[in-house]
């Protein structure tokens, strides 16, 4: 099995977002996606971040939504929770 990778919410904004301007960025995403097959993780964190900037792009909350389901099927979730801060923090330190 291929090691689990993680999206961090560009990745996601890129994906999504129906902007011209970014469409060579658009299809590497999209490639990115197909490539790791439904093997990888994005936090709780980087939905709400993908939310809030569909939101200051002009997206319409049920269609973020609806957005953020289809993401959910293909992804696994990682719940940021304050034992994953203290956790992080001692990673850091070594």
Do not use: P
């Not at 291929?2 to 961090?8: A, I, L």
């Not at 939310?51 to 997206?59: A, D, H, K, P, S």
């Amino acid at each position: 099995m291929k090691e689990k990778v993680f999206f961090d919410t560009n990745i996601l904004i890129y994906l999504k977002l129906r902007d011209k301007r970014h469409e060579e960025k658009r299809a590497i995403c999209s490639s990115l996606v197909r490539e790791v097959k439904h093997n990888f993780i994005i936090s709780t964190q980087v939905i709400n971040e993908f939310y809030c900037v569909m939101l200051r792009n002009g997206v319409s909350d049920i269609s973020i939504q609806d957005m953020i389901g289809e993401i959910i099927e293909i992804s696994m979730i990682s719940i940021i929770t304050l034992n994953t801060i203290k956790d992080s923090w001692k990673i850091k330190e070594k």
